[in-house]
């Protein structure tokens, strides 16, 4: 683990009833800025975000900041600074805006840094009082990703907060999480291509529930016929553009 790295995973396992899902995942993610965590459609993206969180069973070792947390339940991983922003959002539907961001507030966390969170989205100070079930995909995104910003969080993981918005609303989040960055770590599952293009300096890619590939993401990028064998660029769901994701 060099001095650069915040969060080292090493051979995570994960083994849900009797099936293996991961079966040795390494990845490090970069001290500062957007390190992206990539792969197919079912390559264990999101079971790897689960593992770090021990939201699912998992054995290896990931160490945050050199301190090892495999064992950790996930409140204490949560308790040392570990931002998440799920794939479904978390939104609770029938609570208001303000409702939920109160709710992430983390005690023995420091104030919560709701001047952050309004600057970067005016929105959900205009909409605090609006049932969080009536908002837009990405209006509820923006709560996501602003319940990770109230704490004085060390890493965020946010898994594919671009995924389903529209190409507007793809480059206000890309925007927002560029902003996140400068003040905090970013592990991000993103299938937009741009927007790995855009925020992340280095990648991670995953199939078959393994490490296939580590390196800058730049390198990858630019390597059609790597993009092409390790994301099916041009096969799926992938895309180099951000027209291409849907509403
Ligand atoms: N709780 C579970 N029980 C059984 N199988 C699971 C469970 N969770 C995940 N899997 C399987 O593990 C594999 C990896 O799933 P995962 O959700 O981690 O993939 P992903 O890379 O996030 O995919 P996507 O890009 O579609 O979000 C899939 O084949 C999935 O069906
Ligand atoms: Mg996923």
Avoid: W
């Avoid at 925020?199 to 590939?213: F, I, M, P, Q, S």
């Amino acid at each position: 683990m060099s001095a650069q790295t915040l969060l080292a995973v090493r051979d995570l396992r994960v083994l849900i009833g009797g099936r293996h899902i991961l079966h040795g995942v390494d990845l490090d993610v970069a001290a500062h800025g957007v390190t992206a965590l990539l792969g197919r459609n079912g390559a264990g993206k999101t079971t790897t975000v689960r593992g770090i969180l021990g939201l699912v069973p998992r054995s290896g070792s990931v160490r945050l900041d050199g301190e090892e947390t495999v064992a950790l339940p996930t409140h204490a991983v949560v308790r040392r600074g570990v931002g998440y922003a799920p794939e479904d959002r978390g939104v609770f539907a029938g609570l208001t805006v303000a409702e939920n961001l109160r709710l992430a507030e983390r005690r023995g966390a420091g104030e919560p840094a709701y001047a952050l969170v309004h600057e970067l989205f005016p929105e959900l100070k205009q909409r605090a009082r609006q049932p969080a079930g009536t908002l837009s995909g990405g209006q509820q995104q923006m709560v996501a990703i602003g319940r990770t910003l109230l704490n004085a969080n060390r890493l965020i993981i946010a898994d594919e907060p671009t995924k389903g918005l529209a190409p507007k609303v793809v480059t206000e989040v890309a925007q927002v999480l560029e902003r996140a960055a400068e003040a905090v770590p970013v592990l991000l599952v993103e299938q937009n291509l741009a927007v790995v293009r855009r925020l992340a300096e280095h990648c991670v890619v995953l199939a078959d529930g393994r490490t296939a590939h580590r390196g800058p993401a730049d390198e990858l990028l630019g390597d059609a016929e790597a993009a092409r064998r390790l994301l099916g660029v041009g096969h799926g769901p992938l895309s180099t553009h951000t027209a291409e994701a849907d509403s």
